[in-house]
């Protein structure tokens, strides 16, 4: 599947932010793909930050958990993360991922399709 993202941006601390991820699958298939957003600053590795699955059930790491939230609108085969309270530490460049599976995995290296990333700057 071909992911799109948007949303990039700039905002101060503690502001927000959403971002969005359009599949290009057919409708009926969407809703059985495990979607993800990852980040990646500079000179790090790509990092989980949240994710959800065909169950609908999310998933967040512990430094967004309670500040961003993943929700899937499977009739617009669109992800969205909601990112409130930003931190300068938020910022990186933002992935979506995509794996046809019933199962789900914060494993970057699990998810077959990717989308184009797109940056968050969070200004101090």
């Known amino acids: 599947v071909q992911l799109q993202a948007s949303g990039e941006g700039l905002v101060q601390t503690g502001g927000s932010l959403r971002l969005s991820c359009a599949a290009s699958?057919?409708?009926?298939?969407?809703?059985?793909?495990?979607i993800s957003w990852f980040r990646q600053a500079p000179g790090m590795g790509r990092e989980f930050v949240a994710g959800?699955?065909?169950?609908?059930?999310?998933y967040y790491s512990d430094s967004v958990k309670d500040r961003f939230t993943i929700s899937r609108d499977n009739a617009k085969k669109t992800v969205y993360l909601q990112m409130n309270s930003l931190k300068p530490e938020d910022a990186a460049v933002y992935y979506c991922?995509?794996?046809?599976?019933?199962?789900?995995?914060?494993?970057?290296?699990?998810?077959?399709?990717w989308g184009q990333g797109t940056q968050v700057t969070v200004s101090s």
């Open positions: 991922a995509a794996e046809y599976s019933s199962a789900w995995s914060r494993d970057a290296g699990w998810y077959t399709d």
């Open positions: 699958e057919r409708t009926e298939l969407y809703s059985n793909y495990a």
């Open positions: 959800t699955h065909r169950g609908r059930r999310t």
